[in-house]
Nanobody, 122 residues
Framework: QVQLVESGGGLVQAGGSLRLSCAAS????????MGWFRQAPGKEREFVTA????????HYADSVKGRFTTSRDNAKNTVYLQMNSLKPEDTAVYYC???????????????WGQGTQVTVSS
């Protein structure tokens, strides 16, 4: 059974940083895309970032470019999201995602984590 487990969420002041981790189990994801989405209260889930199996190709939503960085460690079956210069509008539940293609400007994963809360205070 595939499981994606996020960690690293929490409360941070505006301008601060957080690093999210997502550990995958149940199968290896070393040959597929992984990524992150987020959902703010009252809003639809939105794409944040995706990273190719090699880590050589990354995609970011315009709202996080230059502030967020995604990376992965295939030996650990883990993907990371380093979030810097956080803003109150980054407050959301962040979901890890895996497998599936990236096309038409967004990521289309097959598997989802349960989410981790990130709250940025002003």
């Amino acid at each position: 059974q595939v499981q994606l487990v996020e960690s690293g969420g929490g409360l941070v002041q505006a301008g601060g940083s957080l690093r999210l981790s997502c550990a995958a189990s149940g199968r290896t994801f070393s040959s597929v895309y992984m990524g992150w989405f987020r959902q703010a209260p009252g809003k639809e889930r939105e794409f944040v970032t995706a990273i190719s199996w090699s880590g050589m190709i990354t995609h970011y939503a315009d709202s996080v470019k230059g502030r967020f960085t995604t990376s992965r460690d295939n030996a650990k079956n883990t993907v990371y999201l380093q979030m810097n210069s956080l803003k109150p509008e980054d407050t959301a539940v962040y979901y890890c995602a895996a497998d599936g293609p990236y096309y038409s400007g967004t990521y289309h994963p097959h598997y989802w984590g349960q989410g981790t809360q990130v709250t940025v205070s002003s």
